[in-house]
Structures are given as structure tokens and as C-alpha cells.
């Protein structure tokens, strides 16, 4: 059973709304203790225009792929290369 397409959305958008908190929080971290730079309200706007664009690349790009499949796909190979070779040695 597939989940509804609200649900989905609904999940996305709390994983983006958490992905530009963490991203902004970390912007600032640096703009603070890198450049010594106080945080004011145009620091803070520029930091929000770098995170959400990454945010959305994030959770659009990033965590829709199954890394799962495609590290067992790339370790059943690995696995099956050195079957053979042992197979061929003997």
C-alpha cells in the first residue's frame, strides 16, 4: 500500500522546514565564528537565501535516492566479480 500523495507531502515539507533550521543554524555558526562578522538581519536574509535553495536540492535531489539499492547493487558485483575469478582460478 502506497501512502497518499498529502502524506508524502506533508513529510517532505517537514523534512525541508527541518533542512533550512539546520542549514541556517549552521550558516550562521560559520559566518560567526569564521569571520567574527556580528549576526545582524542582513546576514541572516543572505543566510536564508543560500539555505533554502539548498534545502529544496536536498530533500529533492539527495534524499529521494535509495542509497540502500545502490550500495547492494554495487556489493553484489564486487561479490560476483570474485566468485568468478575463484571459479576460473581452479
Do not use: C
Not at 536564508?48 to 556489493?75: H, M, S
Amino acid at each position: 500500500m502506497g501512502r497518499s500523495r498529502a502524506h508524502r507531502i506533508g513529510i517532505f515539507l517537514e523534512f525541508l522546514v527541518f533542512g533550512i533550521v539546520v542549514g541556517m543554524t549552521e550558516d550562521l555558526l560559520v559566518v560567526a565564528l569564521a569571520t567574527g562578522e556580528p549576526i545582524t538581519w542582513k546576514v541572516v536574509g543572505i543566510v536564508v537565501a543560500i539555505a533554502i535553495p539548498f534545502a529544496v536540492l536536498g530533500e529533492l535531489v539527495v534524499d529521494n535516492i535509495d542509497f540502500g539499492k545502490y550500495i547492494e547493487r554495487v556489493l553484489s558485483r564486487r561479490q560476483n566479480r570474485a566468485t568468478r575469478r575463484r571459479l576460473s582460478a581452479r
